[in-house]
């Protein structure tokens, strides 16, 4: 796992550099030879949206992710685990749902045969999607096993 956790991390890093020297070279372009190259805007939505779902993906393993926690504090130790191994479940399922619904868009832009820049496909760009969603899906109902079962490590 912790091959995996550095593979991740290292993507994230990978692409955020990426991003940010395409982001300068392009600004060094226009300023200072007053054109610039026509497929690095949209690589660098793509790229957004990988940083994102990277993102996601390490804040989800960190438990760093954004949760609203006003009831747990009041509740007794155990009712709050309850609550948690259940918010846990709840999102993991709901990531899990959105993989497979992304896995469907990934399958129509494929039929397609959308172009997301130069002569990318589409499908390649969005692989992220499903990718990142069933990673979470599956950290978040790991944790809720974890939680359900009293451990501190979920």
């Known amino acids: 796992m912790k091959f995996l956790h550095r593979a991740e991390d290292g993507l994230l890093v990978l692409v955020l550099g ?87 868009f990934i399958r129509y832009e494929y039929e397609d045969g959308t172009l997301a820049f130069w002569r990318v496909p589409a499908w390649i760009c969005q692989s992220i999607l499903p990718v990142g969603f069933t990673v979470m899906g599956l950290r978040f109902l790991w944790s809720a096993l974890g939680r359900a079962s009293g451990s501190r490590s979920s």
């Open 18 to 104: 990426a991003m940010i020297f395409l982001a300068l070279l392009q600004i060094l372009l226009r300023n200072l030879f007053d054109f610039g190259l026509l497929w690095i805007e949209p690589l660098l939505r793509i790229l957004v949206l990988w940083v994102a779902m990277l993102g996601a993906m390490v804040a989800t393993r960190e438990q760093n992710h954004i949760s609203i926690d006003v009831v747990s504090r009041y509740l007794p130790s155990n009712w709050a685990r309850v609550i948690s191994a259940l918010t846990c479940l709840v999102s993991g399922v709901l990531c899990l749902g959105i993989a497979w619904t992304a896995i469907e």
